[in-house]
């Protein structure tokens, strides 16, 4: 793949206290993808969004600009994730591409821009409305047409391998048709309008199936009368067919608007309603750019990492530009309804460019449910680069379901608390293959699949991510409103599911090490050192934020219940953690459970008491990999391993796949393409290596080798940021905001401070 450095003006915007000229648009062109020569085909595509609309843009050979239009809430009546369609805009006289053609991707501004001999198009998202808007500037006047083209003409019924994508529903018996109804093009006279709406839904025989018909209530059905689809117009529009929209007359300036609206309405007029006024409310091109340019100023002035080791290795992406173009592709997806699909998010394409199966662009591996490992995984390090704002869709979800699951626990186990299904439907149930479609012999509480059967750990880790959140930003209103309760039922679930031993702590079993042992397993580590972490972290809590004396006696009683963090003694005498108190040692998965302790939970790690326990279990660890979800880099990280976190992070980069275009387009790894758990791994395992918060204390490079140099801003606990250069081995400027936070910072192994002593306290060594 070729890169090329582009131009793009300087704009800086302010954030928080002074913005620094590191951050400059400049860094980031260079960064950013070139193309010099179109694309055949959607795995030649760059990814456009605004968090909640999102496009795969490419210009085919013949100069046909296309769109394939996603949302991230276009769930379909069984629970896929389905495209909008695709658009191809075409003008005439015809534009062929020339030597000089360029297709430019600008993170600074969230667009995509493509030059020719006589020819600019702008392709932006709205930052503020769920409408992608196009600009033609031509020298010769052209009529521009755009075409929508759908598949989804008839009804579809999902049969073999297929099935795959609709996991909610995947090995039904044969009395169960996994259906999708078609797509309805609306006769406008001045645009092309068209829906897809789910007058069925899966739910209802989801929560027979899964013993909830009792407590159907607590259960929302998000996908019945789900409505979602799209208008396309120019600004002056003439209608050719049902399908088709023109400009016209021939132009030197041609202005397109896709807008797109997703809704849960009674009728279709209501939704249509909807889409009328995202249209109107979006405007025209030139106020839309300047909402979404600010807006994406505003983000990278936050936070940037422009740091490089010595020498790159050749042919792959550098770590400064991967972690930027994922960050942009992160940021392009999450901000609506519903979290991030860890598998490909909203820029999937058709599975032939992944794997060579024939099915159509709605087909993604492993479907639309959630599965907390992976969905996780790019809300994790969010905070540290300022991205905070987007952990809500994270957050609202997981509280909007908590209701649901609290019904569950409560007809399952009796218990008055909550817990979440490692895969888990829209709606908050396990999807029904998991749950088991035979259920001769089982009780409703008997679920099917053993790999995540009894596996408990998700409640703890949402609830120590939301906990990350007050610390970060100091915020309570979500604190108040959202965490507490939310973590008074995962914790009520722990105290009232399981026994105490005979010495009165609590016993955890039936459990599971994650994935990976599940045989005879007690009080396994993910959730022992998870429970100890969150309620060490809400016991601190200030008394005028926790408000009921209620929760600090929930608290209190089981912190004093807690067993220990589990151990082991190896051959060689060193202590390491275990994965439970005691387990059977067969292994069903590939995961390190053990280092749960290390990431994501931080009961081991630089600055902290147990760092030789930690680094001695990251030694010796059964596996060792650099892909997807696995999280040994900034496990290495967080232990302060930079050689070790280095070369993952550098594997990283050349995870791509040989068919695609676009360089963070990864995997697909254990999942699907482009592989968002690699993808947000690879952020994490860098930002880990840059900058770590250990209580009050900010590490600044706890696990980067010496020989890296650069400038980096991320941020600390305590609302704190922190912009840094480096040069091999010497931290050369060292910037805390607010001021008085310079006295908590220390600097990782082999790296000195030297730089013009500022005023005020110096900094403090590991």
Not at 430 to 443: I, Q
Not at 557 to 580: C, K, M, N, S, Y
Not at 627 to 649: I, K, P, Y
């Amino acid at each position: 793949m070729g890169w090329v450095i582009g131009c793009v003006a300087w704009l800086l915007c302010m954030c928080v206290g002074c913005a620094s000229p590191d951050a400059t648009p400049e860094r980031l062109a260079r960064l950013s993808p070139v193309w010099t020569s179109p694309s055949a085909d959607d795995a030649g595509s760059m990814p456009l969004g605004n968090g909640v609309v999102g496009a795969n843009v490419h210009v085919a050979p013949n100069g046909d600009l296309v769109l394939l239009l996603s949302r991230v809430d276009a769930f379909s009546e069984i629970e896929r994730l389905l495209k909008l369609g695709r658009v191809r805009v075409q003008c005439d006289p015809p534009w062929m591409p020339t030597p000089a053609f360029r297709q430019h991707l600008d993170v600074y501004t969230g667009k995509i821009v493509v030059l020719d001999a006589g020819l600019r198009i702008d392709v932006v998202p709205d930052d503020a409305h769920d409408v992608i808007h196009v600009e033609m500037r031509s020298s010769t006047p052209r009529r521009v047409t755009a075409r929508l083209e759908t598949w989804r003409d008839a009804p579809r019924r999902l049969e073999g391998g297929e099935a795959k994508s609709a996991w909610l529903v995947q090995g039904a018996p044969k009395g169960v048709v996994l259906e999708e109804s078609a797509d309805v093009v609306v006769d406008d006279p001045n645009a092309v309008v068209w829906y897809h709406r789910n007058e069925t839904s899966a739910v209802p025989l989801t929560l027979s199936h899964q013993g909830l018909d009792t407590v159907r209530d607590a259960f929302p059905d998000p996908l019945k009368d789900r409505t979602f689809g799209g208008k396309i117009a120019f600004v002056e529009s003439e209608k050719i067919d049902a399908r088709t929209v023109a400009t016209t007359k021939p132009v030197n300036l041609a202005e397109l608007r896709i807008a797109t609206a997703c809704a849960v309405v009674p009728k279709v007029d209501d939704w249509r309603a909807r889409l009328d006024a995202v249209d109107a409310a979006s405007g025209r091109f030139d106020a839309a750019a300047r909402r979404t340019a600010d807006a994406w100023r505003t983000r990278w002035d936050r936070s940037w990492i422009f740091v490089e080791p010595a020498s790159a290795t050749p042919g792959t992406t550098s770590p400064s530009a991967a972690w930027a173009l994922q960050r942009y592709a992160t940021a392009a997806a999450t901000r609506g309804e519903f979290p991030m699909k860890f598998n490909g998010s909203i820029f999937t394409v058709a599975p032939k460019f992944v794997n060579g199966a024939t099915w159509n662009e709605d087909f993604r591996n492993w479907g639309g449910d959630f599965w907390w490992q992976n969905t996780r995984l790019p809300y994790h390090g969010m905070l540290e680069r300022g991205d905070g704002d987007l952990a809500a869709s994270l957050f609202d979800f997981y509280t909007r379901v908590a209701e649901g699951c609290r019904a569950r626990a409560k007809v399952y186990e009796g218990v008055d608390g909550i817990y979440f299904p490692e895969t888990m439907s829209t709606f908050g149930t396990y999807a029904n293959d998991d749950y088991g479609w035979d259920r001769t012999g089982r009780k409703s509480n008997d679920v099917a699949c053993e790999y995540w059967k009894w596996a408990w750990n998700q409640g703890p880790e949402l609830v120590a991510l939301m906990l990350d959140h007050y610390d970060m930003t100091r915020d309570g209103t979500l604190l108040r409103t959202k965490t507490l309760p939310l973590a008074n039922g995962v914790l009520a679930w722990f105290d009232g599911r399981f026994p105490r031993a005979a010495d009165g702590t609590l016993k955890i079993t039936p459990t599971q090490s994650v994935e990976t042992y599940w045989r005879d397993v007690v009080n396994d580590l993910p959730c022992v050192v998870g429970l100890h972490e969150i309620l060490g972290r809400l016991r601190a809590l200030p008394r005028d934020e926790v408000g009921d004396a209620g929760n600090r006696a929930l608290w209190d009683r089981l912190a004093a219940a807690l067993p220990p963090v589990p151990t082991r003694t190896t051959d060689t005498g060193e202590t390491v953690f275990a994965p439970a108190a005691s387990f059977s040692p067969q292994r069903f998965n590939c995961e390190n459970p053990e280092l749960w302790a290390v990431w994501p939970f931080r009961w081991s790690g630089v600055g902290r008491d147990t760092l030789d326990v930690g680094r001695a279990t990251y030694r010796t660890r059964i596996e060792k990999m650099t892909h997807g979800w696995t999280q040994d880099g900034q496990q290495a990280a967080r232990v302060g391993l930079a050689s070790e976190a280095a070369a993952n992070l550098d594997a990283k980069l050349r995870n791509t796949h040989k068919n695609f275009r676009f360089p963070t387009f990864w995997g697909p790894n254990f999942d699907w393409l482009p592989d968002q758990c690699h993808g947000a791994n690879l952020m994490t395992t860098f930002q880990e290596m840059l900058l770590q918060s250990v209580g009050d204390t900010i590490v600044v490079c706890p696990a980067l080798p010496t020989d890296w140099s650069g400038t980096f801003r991320l941020w600390a606990s305590g609302k704190t940021r922190v912009t840094v250069t480096l040069e091999t081995g010497r931290v050369t400027s060292l910037d805390v905001y607010p001021e008085h936070r310079k006295a908590d910072v220390v600097l990782g192994e082999g790296w000195r401070l030297d730089e013009t002593p500022p005023p005020g306290p110096r900094y403090k060594r590991l």
